[in-house]
């Protein structure tokens, strides 16, 4: 049986990824129902073959249309005010934002790790911050081999993790630097154009950003490993679209390169590319597009005993978004 679909900030650049997956894995589509903000209505988006008028996001929107799944991508906010008015409306909710991801009765989701936490959801099932969805799709087989002790990992962030309007400006920015005229910045603190920022999100008092602390106590939840010690450090750079992670665990037990190597290529959504021999291993700008998560550059870390060192890119606004929402859709067909 087909299901009633909304997007809700379908106009976003995940959203419009959001109906590009649905359509591009025959996801079941009786009706389609679009919404974005006051600014968006009177524009019409396509799905497969018909146009779709973009409606107003309110409290009231979700009345009498009986849809079954909302996957909801326009900010925490509106996340926090909208979605329990789609969930009293009778939908699931899937949501991309940091709202509800930390509530303990609300499921946190990657297919490919934790799928049977889906099952006890209240009405919302959270979907993870995008650089924490890629990393823990390659921390999962090497903790079932080793068990992981600790990772460390350092973020290379696409713009486009800040939405369409950042990807427009890190461009914009690039053109007028190379007019030598003066930069526009307003979406990130700084320039972003032949630059990279070691701030996303905002500061904490521990001294790291929101952006780095999501990704410490998503992955935990996620993994089911309350202990796990994870120190990120999450840069933005002047990549448009994919995030790149150097990341490096700690295990129990000793793994050699060959190992995890085996161990990353049998494990559900990684492609590993790694020949160095032949100049091969992942990088963002080829990725973009594609589903998988790609590990590359796997190596035994030779500053510790028991320790893993790899590269890891996904396309974020399909993996780290909106894919991975229609893959926990999926569970529910
Ligand atoms: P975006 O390109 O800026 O799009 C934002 C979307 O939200 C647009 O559809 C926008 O509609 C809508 N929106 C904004 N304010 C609204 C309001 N007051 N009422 C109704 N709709 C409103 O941002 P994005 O990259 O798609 O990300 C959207 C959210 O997804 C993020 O805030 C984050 O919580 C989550 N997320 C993003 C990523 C990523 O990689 N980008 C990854 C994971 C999760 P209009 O076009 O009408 O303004
Ligand atoms: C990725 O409205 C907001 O504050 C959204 C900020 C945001 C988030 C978030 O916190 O939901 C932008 C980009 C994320 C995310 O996935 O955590």
Redesign the pocket.
């Known amino acids: 049986m087909g299901k009633r679909v909304a997007v809700v900030g379908a106009t976003g650049a995940v959203g419009v990824e959001m109906l590009a997956t649905l359509d591009k894995r025959n996801f079941p589509v009786d009706e389609l129902f679009v919404f974005a903000s006051a600014r968006s209505v009177g524009k019409k988006l396509g799905f497969q073959g018909r146009e779709y008028a973009v409606e107003e996001l309110t409290a009231a929107c979700f009345d009498g249309k009986k849809i079954d799944i909302a996957l909801f991508s326009a900010?925490?906010?509106?996340?926090k005010e909208f979605a329990p008015a789609a969930v009293r409306a009778g939908a699931l909710v899937i949501d991309?934002?940091?709202?509800f991801?930390m509530d303990a009765d609300i499921p946190l989701v990657v297919p490919e790790v934790n799928p049977e936490d889906a099952k006890a959801h209240t009405g919302i099932i959270a979907n993870?911050?995008?650089s924490t969805i890629q990393m823990v799709v390659a921390l999962k087989p090497l903790h079932d081999a080793a068990q992981i002790l600790r990772v460390e990992v350092a973020t290379y962030q696409a713009v486009s993790?800040?939405?369409q309007s950042a990807m427009d400006e890190c461009i914009q920015q690039t053109r007028d630097f190379l007019a030598s005229k003066p930069l526009h910045i307003e979406k990130f603190a700084h320039q972003i154009a032949f630059n990279l920022i070691p701030h996303i999100?905002v500061f904490q008092d521990n001294g790291y950003t929101?952006?780095e602390m999501?990704m410490v106590y998503e992955t935990r939840k996620i993994m089911h490993a309350p202990d796990l010690r994870v120190n990120a450090t999450t840069v933005r750079v002047p990549v448009l679209r994919a995030h790149s992670e150097v990341i490096t665990v700690s295990t129990e037990k000793k793994l050699s390169a060959a190992e995890a190597r085996a161990y990353l290529a049998k494990a559900p959504g990684i492609i590993v590319q790694d020949d160095p021999a032949k100049n091969q291993y992942p990088m963002p700008f080829f990725v973009s597009g594609s589903y998988p998560v790609y590990v590359g550059r796997i190596r035994e870390d030779i500053s510790q005993e028991n320790g893993i060192t790899f590269f890891c890119v996904a396309d974020q606004l399909l993996k780290g978004?909106a894919l991975n929402a229609v893959q926990i859709a999926e569970l529910f067909l």
């Open positions: 900010g925490a906010s509106r996340s991309n934002s940091s709202a991801r993870p911050n995008c993790g800040a939405g999100d929101k952006e999501k978004a």
